[in-house]
């Protein structure tokens, strides 16, 4: 267990149609990343927060947002879904430490639209 | 730029035999480096991680990394596979730059492991 929540674990919902995942981070960690992990991808960063700001952007769609809250869990929005954004989204969050920064990811929610 | 490449996508070996997976990389600074490893519907589960203290670096499960800055290589390797040892296997270099940490991955490397 990495510490990492996430949910819901599955999700089934239309096109169209907008959802919510959510993120818990490891105990005093303050980056949240997300990742959308598909077959014909692979895993690609979306975003990354630290302490609630936003701090990088990768390949994340307009129709996609993400926040992290004073409580440091974070949730992605996807809006407007479409067939194509099935995929298992992953949340990691990391730990500064001396010896450098390790980051640990969670169980992932599978995402499906019909 | 940081950039990974894992020069496998699939390796096969036998049960008890070694497992080999290559992994290079490209950094402008002294990365740190990392393996993950993916077993199916599953979370990304670190392995084990580089981070310039010892240049061999022993991880979960038996498996170790050594890394090689003259050939810019971070391998992963086990003396004896297991069939639990069956997954995808990702290296990942990170940096950090402008205060925040980036993690390149590498597309990843499946493993089978045959009876």
């Known amino acids: 267990d990495s510490g990492v929540t996430q949910t819901p674990k599955h999700l089934i919902t239309a096109t169209g149609q907008r959802v919510t995942l959510r993120c818990s981070p490891r105990s005093g960690d303050l980056s949240v990343y997300w990742y959308q992990q598909s077959l014909d991808q692979g895993l690609q960063f979306l975003i990354q927060y630290y302490n609630g700001e936003e701090r990088a952007k990768g390949n994340i769609l307009e129709r996609f947002s993400a926040q992290q809250f004073p409580d440091l869990h974070s949730e992605l929005n996807l809006s407007s879904l479409e067939l194509g954004d099935s995929a298992l989204y992953f949340c990691?969050?990391?730990?500064?430490?001396?010896?450098?920064?390790?980051?640990?990811f969670g169980e992932g929610s599978w995402l499906t639209v019909v | 730029a940081q950039s990974v490449t894992q020069l496998d996508s699939h390796v096969s070996v036998s049960e008890g035999t070694p497992v080999l997976l290559r992994c290079n990389y490209s950094s402008s600074y002294s990365p740190s480096l990392f393996w993950y490893v993916q077993h199916p519907n599953k979370g990304l589960q670190l392995l084990l991680k580089y981070t310039s203290a010892a240049t061999l670096v022993k991880g979960i499960n038996g498996f170790e990394a050594e890394f090689k800055k003259s050939e810019t290589s971070f391998h992963l390797t086990k003396p004896s596979a297991h069939m639990s040892d069956a997954a995808e296997y990702f290296c990942?270099?990170?940096?950090?730059?402008?205060?925040?940490?980036?993690?390149?991955f590498g597309t990843g490397t499946r493993l089978k492991v045959l009876a």
């Open positions: 990691a969050s990391s730990v500064n430490t001396v010896s450098g920064n390790t980051i640990y």
């Open positions: 990942v270099v990170s940096d950090q730059t402008s205060g925040t940490y980036k993690y390149i």
